[in-house]
C-alpha cells in the first residue's frame, strides 16, 4: 500500500527552497552513517593486523557518494580510486564481502586477493577500485562509450580526486568524451589535499571543474558537504547525460578527516582545522539536525538507525574473521596470458 510522504525542507542547503522527503532524508543518513561506521570498523581491524598493505578511509567524505548514487538508476556504472569502500556501500555490495576482501579472505569479493583497491561486482555495475592515480578516468570513458554504443541512457559515474585531477590522462579522457559525446559524469572528489599537498600549492587554477571547458564540457562547483546540494546537481548532470549532451564535470568540495591512508600522520595541517571542519561542516550532522528541526525523527529513531548499522558492521567484521584465508591454488586462478 502506498504511503505518502511527508517533506523535509533543506533550507539551509545550497538547493535553496527544494523539499525532499523524509523518507528519502532518512535513506541518505543511513548510508551516510553505515560508511562512516564501516570506516571506523575498517580503521580498528587496521590497527589489530587484520588489514594489511594501504587503506584509505573515505570518513568525512560521504555526502558526495550517497548524493551523486540517489541521481542514478540501475544499469547506471560507477568507477572510483582506492577511497572505495563507501561507494561500493552505497552501490548496493554487501558489506560482508567488503569487509573480507579488506581482510584478505576467501569471502571477499576478488576471493580476498585484491585487497581494498581492487574490488569488483558486476552485478550492481562497479567497476573498481583502481590502485593507479587517474587510471579510473578514461576506463570510465570507455564504460561510457559502450553504452553509447549500445543506445540505452545508462550513465557512468567516473570519480577522481583533485591529485588525479593533473593527471595526463584526464584530459585525453575529456577530449574522447565530448568528442564523442559520451554519458559519463566525471566526479572531482576534491577533500583539499592530494596525499600530503594542499591545492594551493599544487593547482594555480582554483577551479578544477573548469579545466573542462578547453574540450567543450560543462560543469560546476557543489558543496560536497551537503548531501542535498550533491544530489541537485548531480541530477542536472545526469539529466544531460541522459538527453544526449554529456560529458559533464562535477566538483564536489569535501574534506576527509583521517590521512590519506592508515600510514599518513597527517602533520601537513593542524588539529585544529580538521576539528572546525567536524564541528561546522559535518555531512551527516547536518542531515541530523534537519531530521530533527523539522521533527521527521526523534533522537531515539537517530539512535535506533545508528544501533542497526553498528550491528550490520559488527556482522561484517565477525563474517572477515571467520572465513577463511584463499588456498594457496587460488594464485593461478583468474590469471591470464
Same mark, same amino acid.
Given at each position: ?168 590522462? +584526464?584530459? %585525453? @579522457?575529456?577530449?574522447? =568524451?565530448?568528442?564523442?559525446?559520451? /554519458?559519463? !559524469? ?6 583539499? $589535499? ?118 550490520? +558492521?559488527? %556482522? @561484517?567484521?565477525?563474517? =572477515?574473521?571467520?572465513?577463511?584465508? /584463499?588456498? !594457496? ?6 590469471? $591470464?596470458?
Amino acid at each position: 500500500m502506498a504511503t505518502r510522504k511527508t517533506s523535509a525542507k533543506a533550507a539551509d542547503s545550497s538547493t535553496g527552497k527544494a523539499n525532499v522527503s523524509a523518507e528519502d532524508m532518512k535513506t541518505w543518513y543511513r548510508q551516510m552513517l553505515l560508511i562512516r561506521r564501516f570506516e571506523e570498523k575498517a580503521g580498528q581491524l587496521y590497527g589489530m593486523g587484520l588489514i594489511g598493505g594501504f587503506c584509505h578511509l573515505y570518513i568525512g567524505q560521504e555526502a558526495v557518494v550517497v548524493g551523486m548514487e540517489a541521481a542514478a538508476k540501475e544499469g547506471d556504472k560507477h568507477i572510483t580510486s582506492y577511497r572505495d569502500h563507501g561507494h561500493m556501500l552505497v552501490a548496493g555490495m554487501d558489506p560482508k564481502g567488503v569487509m573480507a576482501e579488506l581482510t584478505g579472505r576467501e569471502g571477499g569479493y576478488s576471493k580476498g586477493k585484491g585487497g581494498s583497491m581492487h574490488m569488483f561486482s558486476r552485478e550492481k555495475h562497479f567497476y573498481g577500485g583502481h590502485g593507479i592515480v587517474g587510471a579510473q578516468v578514461p576506463l570510465g570513458a570507455g564504460l561510457a562509450f559502450a553504452d553509447r554504443y549500445k543506445g540505452n541512457d545508462n550513465v557512468t559515474f567516473t570519480y577522481f580526486g583533485d591529485g588525479a585531477a593533473n593527471q595526463g590522462q +584526464v584530459y %585525453e @579522457a575529456y577530449n574522447m =568524451a565530448n568528442l564523442w559525446n559520451l /554519458p559519463v !559524469v566525471f566526479v572531482i572528489e576534491n577533500n583539499q $589535499y592530494a596525499m600530503g599537498t594542499s591545492t594551493k600549492r599544487s593547482s594555480k587554477s582554483p577551479n578544477l571543474w573548469e579545466r573542462g571547458a578547453a574540450y567543450g564540457i560543462k560543469g560546476e562547483m557543489v558543496d560536497g558537504m551537503d548531501v542535498l546540494a550533491v544530489k541537485a546537481a548531480a541530477e542536472k548532470a545526469v539529466a544531460a547525460c541522459r538527453a544526449g549532451d554529456g560529458p559533464y564535470i562535477l566538483e564536489a568540495m569535501t574534506y576527509r578527516y583521517r590521512g590519506h591512508s592508515m600510514s599518513d600522520p597527517a602533520k601537513y595541517r593542524t588539529r585544529e582545522e580538521v576539528q572546525k571542519m567536524r564541528e561546522e561542516r559535518d555531512a551527516i550532522e547536518r542531515v541530523r539536525e534537519l531530521l530533527l528541526t523539522g521533527k521527521h525523527a526523534s533522537e531515539d529513531d537517530l539512535k535506533a538507525i545508528d544501533k542497526d548499522i553498528k550491528a550490520v +558492521v559488527n %556482522e @561484517a567484521a565477525d563474517f =572477515a574473521r571467520e572465513s577463511p584465508e /584463499p588456498d !594457496v591454488a587460488e594464485l593461478w586462478t583468474d590469471v $591470464y596470458a
